[in-house]
Every structure is written in structure tokens, then in C-alpha cells.
């Protein structure tokens, strides 16, 4: 058992939620680790219990269908499953020029 698995208070695990760009500003932080609770199952699990932490992240998630997220490193759709994951990253859509 890993050390960051036993601080978990039981029914959560700790998970590294990092936030980029504009996502980020509305959070007002760059990474957080969270004791997520373990029956969430989905990126968009997580994006609701997020949005019940207060004005910044409701604002970061206004708009569900914008923010994209990736897995460990991995782009995921916010049906994707969260599983083992250790990171969760949230940034805004990439755009070219």
C-alpha cells in the first residue's frame, strides 16, 4: 500500500487534478491532489462532484462539453472511465494558427 493510499479517508482514493490555461484561472490553481470519492466512475462523474466545490470551479466547467481531459497523460472523452488513474488533467480545446 502505497503512502498516499493510506492517508485516503475510506470510500475516497487521492487523485492529482492539474488544470490548464483558462481552466486554471477560473479554478484559481494550477494542480490539486483531492481525495476523490471512489464511486465516481467517469470524467464527467468527476467534472459535477468538481463543480459542487464552489464558484470557481462552476465557472471552470460551465460549459461541460468544452473542457477536455486526459488520463495519466492520455486524452479521454468525458465518458471514459476513470479507474486506477493518478492524474487527471483539465484543459481548455487546443487551437491552431
Given at each position: 500500500m502505497s503512502s498516499a493510499t493510506a492517508?485516503?479517508?475510506a470510500g475516497t482514493r487521492?487523485?492529482?487534478?492539474?488544470?490548464?490555461?483558462?481552466?486554471?484561472?477560473r479554478?484559481?490553481?494550477?494542480?490539486?491532489?483531492?481525495d476523490i470519492p471512489s464511486?465516481?466512475?467517469t470524467i464527467a462523474d468527476l467534472v459535477r462532484w468538481l463543480k459542487a466545490r464552489g464558484e470557481g470551479y462552476?465557472?471552470?466547467?460551465?460549459?461541460?462539453?468544452?473542457?477536455?481531459?486526459?488520463?495519466?497523460?492520455?486524452h479521454a472523452k468525458p465518458q471514459a472511465r476513470l479507474g486506477q488513474a493518478r492524474e487527471i488533467a483539465f484543459f481548455p480545446p487546443m487551437t491552431g494558427g
Open positions: 492517508t485516503a479517508t487521492p487523485v492529482r487534478i492539474v488544470y490548464f490555461a483558462w481552466v486554471r484561472e479554478v484559481g490553481l494550477p494542480e490539486e491532489t483531492l464511486d465516481l466512475a462552476e465557472a471552470a466547467f460551465a460549459d461541460e462539453t468544452v473542457v477536455r481531459a486526459a488520463l495519466d497523460h492520455v
